[in-house]
T-cell receptor, first 116, second 111 residues
Framework: GAGVSQSPSNKVTEKGKDVELRCDPISGHTALYWYRQSLGQGLEFLIYFQGNSAPDKSGLPSDRFSAERTGGSVSTLTIQRTQQEDSAVYLC??????????????FGPGTRLTVT | LAKTTQPISMDSYEGQEVNITCSHNNIATNDYITWYQQFPSQGPRFIIQGYKTKVTNEVASLFIPADRKSSTLSLPRVSLSDTAVYYCLVGDEGGSYIPTFGRGTSLIVHP
């Protein structure tokens, strides 16, 4: 079946512009996660959705970052007024588990964001 | 949240068994232990998850001692394609947890 998809795969933007990153989770998965991975680094947790609600937003690096999820499916991560330090690969994952259980997370291919 | 410690890197050769140990001294009673594998330019992929003793699947084995303060991922007879970064995660089913992947262990398999 279809896995997690993300779009765009690559995004180059100028400093100060806003960007939207999209994640389509596996159908029926209730949990959705956003991570950020800088070159050579581990994954940095950003935000987690259970259904359409986000129990924990503490991982968002600044108030320029926001995310929403509608219909318990598609999620959008928005970065306003992008800065060069926002350059990274943004990964989305979904899981059929609820309640924050660390079960298997299925990752998408990521969006590589480059801020010039 | 339980903090995990893994070696930064490991080297092995084709056909050998590789064991990667993760320390999680303050693991909580309800915490599970999960391992992921990540290839360059790809998202991580689930390998195995366990709570105690031993878990085995078609890819790997996970050994967890009785005190659960560490766990060992065992990859039998590695090949060049097993070269990747391996992450150990510890967490429970609490409603407010933050998956911490850390920097993982970079495994390089040599011919």
């Amino acid at each position: 079946g279809a896995g997690v998809s993300q779009s765009p795969s690559n995004k180059v933007t100028e400093k100060g512009k806003d960007v939207e990153l999209r994640c389509d989770p596996i159908s029926g998965h209730t949990a959705l996660y956003w991570y950020r991975q800088s070159l050579g680094q581990g994954l940095e947790f950003l935000i987690y959705f259970q259904g359409n609600s986000a129990p924990d937003k503490s991982g968002l690096p600044s108030d320029r970052f926001s995310a929403e999820r509608t219909g318990g499916s598609v999620s959008t991560l928005t970065i306003q007024r992008t800065q060069q330090e926002d350059s990274a690969v943004y990964l989305c994952a979904s899981s059929p588990f609820s309640g924050g259980l660390i079960g298997e997370q299925y990752f998408g291919p990521g969006t590589r964001l480059t801020v010039t | 949240l339980a903090k995990t410690t893994q070696p930064i890197s490991m080297d092995s050769y084709e056909g050998q068994e590789v064991n990667i140990t993760c320390s999680h001294n303050n693991i909580a009673t309800n915490d599970y232990i999960t391992w992921y594998q990540q290839f360059p330019s790809q998202g991580p992929r689930f390998i195995i998850q366990g709570y105690k003793t031993k878990v085995t699947n078609e890819v790997a084995s996970l050994f967890i001692p009785a005190d659960r303060k560490s766990s060992t991922l065992s990859l039998p007879r590695v090949s060049l394609s097993d070269t990747a970064v391996y992450y150990c995660l510890v967490g429970d089913e609490g409603g407010s947890y933050i998956p911490t992947f850390g920097r993982g262990t970079s495994l390089i398999v040599h011919p």
